[in-house]
């Protein structure tokens, strides 16, 4: 089994995880940003320490970073910040599993965007799973309580915060695979840990700056849900790691695919541990996205 797939499924367990806790501590303490910044503040020191660390045992030093590190760096970070929000406002709007549904438009996204800036070819199987997968969207963009076609609602708020955040997290995959991909000389480990705290010490200081001058008691807030929080950057950096050393063996496209069987993760949680109730089309919704991953994945 090649090494990327059960790389895939374990960042596929560490996200949904971690949204879980981002869900509880949006719900409870924290505004969107903060719950967002919660990711970063808590992850980002014990990323750089492992990778020190790492550089110490193994003698090694840090590479030579290309600009356009720092660029795909710099866009996949700000991305990536961008999607979080949305996925955290989303859960205001929907329940957990469906907010994760939308969320995973990212996939057929992600295999398009590949395409144009890294060159990342999708077969024809590929180009299947994508339409069954806007099917899929248009199915969910429908609320439970809301009225008329469903043309009409892919414009609803719910509709519009998800398929941002799979637009926005398409960008992250994309250029978080170029950014590992200027790292060429170095062993796959090694490349995805070194991107990995390169970008979240620049989210950590980033979204620290904006809260300082727009938000200070949110930073507070942030400290105060450290028992909470803390958990939030050991499981983000767990699964952070795990993407990035799965987007540095295969297409991205591949790997968001796989990672979709967070699907079925999300749903036991909303059930098991929200209590939150599924309905018939969100199940369709949901089964036809899992359709479009499993095509996907047969297609590689």
């Known amino acids: 089994m090649p090494l990327w797939i059960p790389v895939t499924v374990a960042a596929a367990s560490f996200q949904t995880v971690r949204f879980m806790l981002q869900k509880s501590l949006s719900e409870v303490r924290l505004s969107a940003a903060g719950a967002t910044f919660s990711r970063f503040a808590y992850s980002a020191p014990f990323v750089l320490a492992v990778v020190l660390i790492y550089l110490g045992v193994s003698g090694r030093s840090l590479p030579d970073f290309t600009?356009?590190?720092?660029?795909?760096?710099?866009?996949?970070?700000?991305?990536?910040?961008?999607?979080?929000?949305?996925?955290?406002?989303?859960?205001?709007?929907?329940?957990?599993?469906?907010?994760?549904?939308?969320?995973?438009t990212e996939v057929i996204?992600?295999?398009?965007?590949?395409?144009?800036?890294?060159?990342?070819?999708?077969?024809?199987?590929?180009?299947?799973?994508?339409?069954?997968?806007?099917?899929?969207?248009?199915?969910l963009s429908k609320t439970p309580e809301s009225e008329g076609q469903w043309w009409q609602h892919l414009t609803n708020r719910a509709s519009l915060i998800g398929?941002?955040?799979?637009?926005?997290?398409?960008?992250?995959?994309?250029?978080?695979?170029?950014?590992?991909?200027?790292?060429?000389?170095?062993?796959?480990?090694?490349?995805?840990?070194?991107?990995?705290?390169?970008?979240?010490?620049?989210?950590?200081?980033?979204?620290?700056?904006?809260?300082?001058?727009?938000?200070?008691?949110?930073?507070?807030?942030?400290?105060?849900?450290?028992?909470?929080?803390?958990?939030?950057?050991?499981?983000?950096?767990?699964?952070?790691?795990?993407?990035?050393?799965?987007?540095?063996?295969?297409?991205?496209?591949?790997?968001?695919?796989?990672?979709?069987?967070?699907?079925?993760?999300?749903?036991m949680a909303s059930v098991l541990f929200f209590k939150e109730q599924v309905t018939r089309r969100e199940l369709l919704g949901m089964s036809l996205l899992g359709a479009s991953i499993l095509v996907l994945v047969l297609a590689i």
């Open 67 to 104: 600009a356009m590190f720092w660029v795909y760096a710099l866009i996949g970070g700000l991305s990536q910040i961008l999607a979080t929000v949305c996925v955290v406002l989303m859960f205001k709007q929907r329940n957990f599993a469906v907010g994760i549904t939308f969320k995973k």
């Open 109 to 139: 996204q992600t295999a398009l965007l590949g395409l144009v800036v890294l060159g990342d070819h999708v077969s024809a199987g590929g180009l299947a799973a994508i339409l069954i997968g806007l099917v899929a969207v248009l199915v």
């Open 163 to 267: 398929l941002t955040s799979g637009v926005l997290f398409a960008f992250s995959a994309v250029a978080y695979r170029g950014a590992s991909l200027e790292l060429g000389g170095l062993e796959p480990v090694l490349r995805a840990g070194v991107t990995l705290a390169a970008v979240t010490t620049l989210q950590m200081v980033g979204m620290a700056v904006w809260l300082l001058l727009r938000d200070r008691a949110e930073l507070r807030a942030v400290w105060n849900a450290r028992r909470t929080a803390i958990f939030v950057g050991l499981t983000s950096m767990g699964g952070s790691f795990c993407w990035f050393l799965a987007f540095t063996l295969q297409n991205a496209a591949y790997v968001k695919a796989l990672g979709q069987v967070e699907l079925l993760l999300s749903l």
